[in-house]
């Protein structure tokens, strides 16, 4: 049946579950875990102001299927070891007002945060400020069943959805990109080797959860570093995903890597990566989203009508007004009031909207003030005190 292209209309995903809108939250890190890998009151609460603001999906970024690569000690973690009760409670909240929440499944591989871990990614690396050591064949065979084992305890704690992370430079985006895969076995070399992990993970995924609960995965359409995964191999990728079971493609670019410049911290008109996705419908017939820039509604309506994408991913502009969906859909225009900041720190950016995310969770939505040095500084503070209780806690459940 063919479906409308309007941002309001409701959206079925080819496991056959229908969103009841095109507009959904992108995977953000709200570093709102305990320390733990245990969701705290503040991330219900932030998940909740989100479900009772008109979106159809928020994705809740990096939760992590074991302690060992998080991105950042303030992630979830999902797995046998988990109080699942705690993850049921944070799904609850989050489905309020027939909105979806989905986890990213994610591995930062050699971006996982240095304090808490001794990061591996798919080939040993010593770059200034990124060192890693090489994941053996091995470790890379752990990895499916442990991303099929927490996608079948998010199904169970009552999330709805789970989206595999291959994009911004974290472990599955590694493997795909040349300049951190340099492997010459099966895993590595041409890229049909380099996307062999992910797909492992995605049929992995698939086989726990069962054909009706959406498996989305985010991509790059390119690294943006030179001698990294472009958009060449990135169309081939999607081509690829073609003949897997995955519901929904997220497209989106750029990495966290130590000097490169992230989505989030970009600055400029977007939507970024729409001419990338635009070739990337030729190539498949799955479900597509953008994540990247959006920032008005005309824009937003735009890449549905022209048929661009199928859903719009928003971060940092539902960061800013966490009733857009709401509010565009009631045709009030309330275009976040996106801030303008004076410095320019790496990360700055980013640090400054996940503090904002902390605001939310407490029920504020002033906005803090546009200082990016301070906004780095509670950040690392906040990290520094959940790196204790990561490193006290993770140990003594053999986690690590
Ligand atoms: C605070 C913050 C945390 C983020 N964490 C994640 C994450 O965990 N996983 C992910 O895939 N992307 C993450 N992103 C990137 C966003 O999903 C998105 O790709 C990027 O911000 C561009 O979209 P926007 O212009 O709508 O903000 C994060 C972005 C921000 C601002």
């Given at each position: 049946m063919k479906q409308e292209r309007n941002l309001f209309e409701p959206l079925t995903l080819p496991c056959g579950i229908v969103l009841k809108n095109r507009i959904i939250k992108s995977?953000?890190?709200?570093?709102?875990?305990?320390?733990?890998g245990h969701p705290t009151i503040e991330q219900m609460k932030l998940y909740q102001r989100w479900a009772k603001g008109g979106l159809a999906v928020s994705i809740i970024g990096?939760?992590?299927?074991?302690?060992?690569?998080?991105?950042?000690?303030g992630n979830l973690v999902l797995n046998?070891?988990?109080?699942i009760k705690r993850f049921c409670e944070l799904a609850e909240k989050g489905k309020e007002n027939k909105a979806h929440i989905w986890l990213q499944l994610g591995h930062a591989g050699a971006l996982a945060y240095g304090p808490t871990s001794s990061p591996k990614g798919p080939s040993s690396l010593d770059f200034p400020g990124l060192r890693c050591a090489a994941l053996s064949k091995n470790d890379i065979h752990e990895l499916p069943p442990q991303f099929a084992r927490t996608a079948f305890l998010a199904m169970k704690a009552g999330f709805n959805g789970v989206q595999i992370h291959a994009a911004h430079g974290f472990l599955l985006s590694q493997f795909l990109s040349p300049l951190f895969n340099k492997r010459n076995d099966e895993y590595g070399g041409k890229i049909n080797n380099r996307i062999r992990l992910l797909l492992e993970i995605i049929e992995a995924v698939r086989a726990a959860v069962g054909h009706s609960f959406p498996v989305a995965l985010k991509l790059n359409s390119?690294?943006?570093?030179?001698?990294?995964?472009?958009e060449k191999d990135a169309i081939k990728v999607v081509g690829e995903l073609e003949n897997s079971s995955v519901d929904l493609i997220d497209i989106s670019g750029g990495t966290y890597f130590p000097g490169a410049k992230a989505a989030s911290d970009k600055t400029g008109t977007g939507p970024y990566f729409l001419e990338f996705a635009k070739r990337a419908r030729t190539v498949t017939t799955k479900p597509l989203m953008l994540t990247g820039g959006f920032k008005t509604l005309q824009q937003a309506e735009k890449a549905i009508a022209d048929g661009a994408v199928d859903c719009v991913g928003l971060a940092r502009a539902l960061i800013l007004q966490p009733s857009l969906p709401h509010l565009w859909k009631k045709g009030?225009?309330?275009e976040p009031n996106f801030p303008r900041f004076s410095q320019n720190l790496e990360g700055g950016v980013t640090a400054w909207y996940t503090m904002q995310m902390l605001e939310i969770s407490k029920n504020n939505e002033t906005l803090l003030p546009n200082n990016l040095k301070h906004a780095i500084q509670v950040y690392e503070e906040r990290d520094k005190m959940r790196t204790n209780i990561w490193l006290q806690y993770f140990p003594t459940i053999n986690d690590l």
């Amino acid at each position: 049946m063919k479906q409308e292209r309007n941002l309001f209309e409701p959206l079925t995903l080819p496991c056959g579950i229908v969103l009841k809108n095109r507009i959904i939250k992108s995977a953000m890190s709200d570093s709102l875990g305990d320390g733990t890998g245990h969701p705290t009151i503040e991330q219900m609460k932030l998940y909740q102001r989100w479900a009772k603001g008109g979106l159809a999906v928020s994705i809740i970024g990096e939760v992590q299927c074991s302690s060992g690569f998080a991105e950042k000690p303030g992630n979830l973690v999902l797995n046998e070891n988990t109080d699942i009760k705690r993850f049921c409670e944070l799904a609850e909240k989050g489905k309020e007002n027939k909105a979806h929440i989905w986890l990213q499944l994610g591995h930062a591989g050699a971006l996982a945060y240095g304090p808490t871990s001794s990061p591996k990614g798919p080939s040993s690396l010593d770059f200034p400020g990124l060192r890693c050591a090489a994941l053996s064949k091995n470790d890379i065979h752990e990895l499916p069943p442990q991303f099929a084992r927490t996608a079948f305890l998010a199904m169970k704690a009552g999330f709805n959805g789970v989206q595999i992370h291959a994009a911004h430079g974290f472990l599955l985006s590694q493997f795909l990109s040349p300049l951190f895969n340099k492997r010459n076995d099966e895993y590595g070399g041409k890229i049909n080797n380099r996307i062999r992990l992910l797909l492992e993970i995605i049929e992995a995924v698939r086989a726990a959860v069962g054909h009706s609960f959406p498996v989305a995965l985010k991509l790059n359409s390119s690294d943006q570093l030179e001698g990294g995964f472009g958009e060449k191999d990135a169309i081939k990728v999607v081509g690829e995903l073609e003949n897997s079971s995955v519901d929904l493609i997220d497209i989106s670019g750029g990495t966290y890597f130590p000097g490169a410049k992230a989505a989030s911290d970009k600055t400029g008109t977007g939507p970024y990566f729409l001419e990338f996705a635009k070739r990337a419908r030729t190539v498949t017939t799955k479900p597509l989203m953008l994540t990247g820039g959006f920032k008005t509604l005309q824009q937003a309506e735009k890449a549905i009508a022209d048929g661009a994408v199928d859903c719009v991913g928003l971060a940092r502009a539902l960061i800013l007004q966490p009733s857009l969906p709401h509010l565009w859909k009631k045709g009030q225009m309330p275009e976040p009031n996106f801030p303008r900041f004076s410095q320019n720190l790496e990360g700055g950016v980013t640090a400054w909207y996940t503090m904002q995310m902390l605001e939310i969770s407490k029920n504020n939505e002033t906005l803090l003030p546009n200082n990016l040095k301070h906004a780095i500084q509670v950040y690392e503070e906040r990290d520094k005190m959940r790196t204790n209780i990561w490193l006290q806690y993770f140990p003594t459940i053999n986690d690590l």
